[in-house]
């Protein structure tokens, strides 16, 4: 861990189950990005100015939940 709380790059202390929350969040939008209208894909789109297409967004949140669940697992001797 870097010295300095108040450098930046300092690694950063998380409790499980917060993390568990960002995996929950992050499995959430991916689901509704999944199921959401083409109103909403549309919207989406729009306010990332075509950088970032819902289906490509869903897929990325959706390993990060899986990564981070993987790596809780890791404790209880999960794969």
């Known amino acids: 861990m870097v010295e300095s709380p108040d450098n930046p790059e300092a690694l950063v ?3 499980a189950a917060e993390l568990f929350e960002w995996a929950w ?3 959430e939008l991916a689901d ?3 199921h959401a209208t083409e109103a909403t894909r549309a919207d989406f789109v729009h306010h990332f ?3 970032r297409r819902p289906e490509k967004t869903a897929v990325f ?3 990060i939940s ?3 669940a993987s ?3 890791a404790d209880r001797g999960q794969p």
């Open 61 to 63: 949140l959706a390993q």
């Open 49 to 51: 100015a075509d950088l």
């Open 71 to 73: 790596l809780l697992d």
């Open 13 to 15: 202390p998380v409790v």
């Open 25 to 27: 969040l992050a499995a």
């Open 32 to 34: 509704w990005l999944d």
């Open 66 to 68: 899986e990564r981070i």
